[in-house]
């Protein structure tokens, strides 16, 4: 072991119909920025996404969006998103969607 260290990986995962109802309160404590991911738009046909961004919005978060995360994200796309989150230097990574979306995030 290399040192002394404190490795801290806090994730809040929201399950159900109705989980982006948490969604503001969940974000009060966290920066502006937030870099939202999802996948190819199923998000947007089943009015979750409008739901989300609301939630962000009401907020008052400034969204960043990375659609486009396919199953088995690439190794092309997770540096698509290290590239979009450092040139917008997002405060956090908000995944909307399914397994791969949250994986990818």
């Not at 008052?60 to 698509?80: C, F, I, Y």
């Amino acid at each position: 072991m290399l040192g002394n260290f404190v490795y801290a990986n806090p994730t809040k995962l929201f399950f159900g119909d109705e989980a982006q109802k948490n969604l503001a309160k969940a974000l009060m404590h966290f920066g502006k920025k937030v870099l939202l991911t999802y996948g190819g738009g199923s998000i947007k046909r089943n009015g979750v996404y409008d739901d989300v961004i609301s939630a962000l919005k009401s907020a008052g978060k400034e969204v960043v969006e990375l659609p486009g995360v396919m199953p088995n994200p690439t190794v092309e796309k997770l540096n698509e998103g290290i590239k979009v989150a450092c040139e917008n230097n997002v405060d956090f990574i908000l995944a909307v969607g399914g397994g791969s979306t949250i994986d990818y995030a």
